[in-house]
């Protein structure tokens, strides 16, 4: 799906460097669990980082630690032999933290605090000291799942906001392995990253790592200014030295597998079949997409204002037009995100309500998660993908949009505050707050 599943990783990223081992350390394990008539069934992810990373565990004798999430046996016994079963078949360790600990670090410090802060939302960040407590109790625990199992000269990779105090939990046991992070997530202007109580404490638990990797270049300038104002630290360009040692940083803009999702256009009777019904269906009108969590980064209302704004002001867009707006829920649980849904089907609502014929609807709207093969069908079938998010660290989207486009190329609206817009010089460039 979008931005927060990567499909490749560039080139000049430090694995071939490793040593024995490759242990990837995220915040859930790319494995789903459920319950089953006779008995609870476990199945690995297919997508995302594993689709790149597999053959490299495979490679180096991985290990995969993450958290398995709530859905798993409550009682103790099933429980070990559940995850004794991860890690044996798969690979995967799974951290298994406290119910009052894995809801107050998820959903309240590293959601509700980190995530809008690092976008850039000072406005949007809650400050509550015992989700704090909680965000240092589940990066131990990470830590420990992951000192326990390192050896002198593995290479361990870090991932993302939730587990920024990790690297230099690990760093302090001194266990001879090799730690890489990887924000996939913006690092804000030091004004803003500032304004974080623990700005400290983030920034020195980041520093433990012997390679910090961002998405863009500005994210990396942003960290540098955030180590001078806040702890006195000078760098360079792609390195800083702390405590007598250097720690290389670099911006590695993730990518994906192109091959992957042009085959599935091209070769795959399926999508093919999805494609020209897609095709039939929306004769004779341009077919709009735009593909998002429904994360309030994404600008889905503000994307549906501009639309509403253009069918008001220019009736000749009125039936030639069609907007398929595909929303993945995220985080339901948290108010913001609830309220978020509100407004986006209430807009969706609107639209539909004003202007819907009985041979047209302008919004076609997907509140759901899709299987790759239907969004490679519509990626292929739509004439524009409207990407703009009001920030984001890469935004895969419309990298996957132009691998799918195999016929006619379709045309890229992209909004000038995704990681992803300076690698695609041909997009038209939005602002997505003009609305």
């Given at each position: 799906?979008?931005?927060?599943?990567?499909t490749?990783?560039?080139?000049?990223?430090?694995?071939?460097?490793?040593?024995?081992?490759l242990?990837?350390?995220s915040?859930r394990l790319?494995?789903?669990?459920?319950?089953?008539?006779?008995?609870?069934?476990?199945q690995?992810?297919?997508?995302?980082?594993?689709?790149?990373?597999?053959?490299?565990?495979?490679?180096?004798?991985?290990?995969?630690?993450?958290?398995?999430?709530?859905?798993?046996?409550?009682?103790e016994?099933?429980?070990?032999?559940?995850?004794?079963?991860w890690?044996?078949?798969?690979?995967?360790?799974?951290?298994?933290?406290?119910?009052?600990?894995?809801?107050?670090?998820?959903?309240?410090?590293?959601?509700?605090?980190?995530?809008?802060?690092?976008?850039g939302?000072?406005?949007?960040?809650?400050?509550?000291?015992?989700?704090?407590?909680?965000?240092?109790d589940a990066?131990?625990?990470?830590?420990?799942?992951?000192?326990?199992?390192l050896?002198?000269?593995?290479?361990a990779?870090?991932?993302d906001?939730q587990?920024?105090?990790?690297?230099?939990?690990?760093?302090?046991?001194?266990?001879?392995?090799?730690?890489?992070?990887?924000?996939?997530?913006?690092?804000?202007?030091?004004?803003?990253?500032?304004?974080l109580?623990?700005?400290?404490?983030?920034l020195?638990?980041?520093?433990?790592?012997?390679?910090?990797?961002?998405?863009?270049?500005?994210?990396?300038?942003?960290?540098?200014?955030?180590?001078?104002?806040?702890?006195?630290?000078?760098?360079?360009?792609?390195?800083?030295?702390?405590?007598g040692?250097?720690?290389?940083?670099?911006?590695?803009?993730i990518?994906?597998?192109?091959?992957?999702?042009?085959?599935?256009?091209?070769?795959?009777?399926?999508?093919?079949r999805?494609?020209?019904?897609?095709r039939?269906?929306?004769?004779?009108?341009?077919?709009v997409?735009?593909?998002?969590?429904?994360?309030?980064?994404?600008?889905?209302?503000?994307?549906?204002?501009?639309?509403?704004?253009?069918?008001?002001?220019?009736?000749?867009?009125?039936?030639?037009l069609?907007?398929v707006?595909?929303?993945?829920p995220?985080?339901?649980?948290?108010?913001?995100?609830?309220?978020?849904?509100?407004?986006?089907?209430?807009?969706?609502?609107?639209?539909?309500g004003?202007?819907?014929?009985?041979?047209?609807?302008?919004v076609?709207?997907?509140?759901?998660?899709?299987?790759?093969?239907?969004?490679?069908?519509?990626?292929?079938?739509?004439d524009?993908a409207?990407?703009?998010?009001?920030?984001?660290?890469?935004?895969?989207?419309?990298?996957?949009?132009?691998?799918?486009?195999?016929?006619?190329?379709?045309?890229?609206?992209?909004?000038?505050?995704?990681?992803?817009?300076?690698?695609?010089?041909?997009?038209?460039?939005?602002?997505?707050?003009?609305?």
């Amino acid at each position: 799906m979008p931005d927060s599943e990567p499909t490749s990783t560039s080139d000049s990223a430090p694995i071939s460097e490793a040593g024995e081992r490759l242990l990837v350390v995220s915040n859930r394990l790319p494995l789903t669990a459920r319950r089953t008539p006779t008995g609870w069934e476990s199945q690995a992810s297919s997508g995302g980082l594993v689709a790149v990373l597999g053959p490299l565990m495979r490679r180096f004798d991985g290990r995969w630690l993450g958290w398995p999430g709530d859905a798993l046996p409550e009682d103790e016994a099933g429980r070990a032999e559940l995850l004794a079963s991860w890690e044996r078949e798969h690979g995967f360790v799974a951290i298994d933290l406290p119910l009052s600990v894995s809801r107050a670090f998820y959903e309240g410090y590293a959601n509700a605090t980190l995530w809008p802060l690092l976008h850039g939302f000072p406005s949007r960040v809650v400050f509550d000291p015992e989700s704090w407590h909680a965000y240092r109790d589940a990066n131990r625990r990470f830590a420990d799942a992951l000192v326990e199992r390192l050896r002198p000269d593995d290479l361990a990779w870090i991932h993302d906001y939730q587990l920024l105090l990790v690297p230099g939990l690990v760093a302090e046991r001194e266990t001879g392995a090799a730690l890489g992070f990887f924000l996939h997530i913006p690092f804000p202007a030091s004004d803003v990253f500032r304004i974080l109580p623990q700005r400290e404490e983030i920034l020195r638990g980041m520093l433990g790592a012997d390679f910090i990797a961002f998405q863009a270049h500005d994210h990396v300038h942003n960290f540098r200014r955030a180590l001078l104002q806040v702890l006195g630290i000078e760098s360079s360009m792609d390195r800083v030295e702390v405590d007598g040692r250097i720690v290389r940083l670099e911006a590695l803009p993730i990518g994906i597998a192109g091959e992957e999702w042009a085959r599935l256009v091209e070769r795959d009777a399926a999508v093919r079949r999805r494609i020209d019904d897609l095709r039939r269906r929306h004769a004779g009108r341009k077919l709009v997409l735009a593909v998002d969590r429904l994360d309030y980064t994404k600008g889905i209302p503000e994307r549906l204002r501009a639309f509403l704004r253009l069918l008001r002001r220019s009736p000749e867009r009125r039936g030639p037009l069609t907007l398929v707006q595909v929303a993945v829920p995220t985080r339901e649980r948290i108010p913001r995100y609830q309220d978020l849904r509100r407004t986006v089907s209430e807009l969706v609502g609107e639209i539909n309500g004003e202007f819907s014929t009985p041979e047209w609807t302008p919004v076609v709207y997907l509140r759901r998660s899709i299987s790759k093969t239907e969004l490679a069908a519509l990626y292929a079938a739509a004439d524009v993908a409207w990407v703009s998010p009001l920030r984001d660290g890469m935004n895969l989207v419309a990298k996957e949009y132009v691998a799918c486009q195999r016929e006619v190329p379709g045309v890229v609206l992209m909004s000038e505050f995704a990681g992803a817009a300076p690698e695609l010089g041909e997009a038209l460039r939005v602002n997505p707050y003009d609305e």
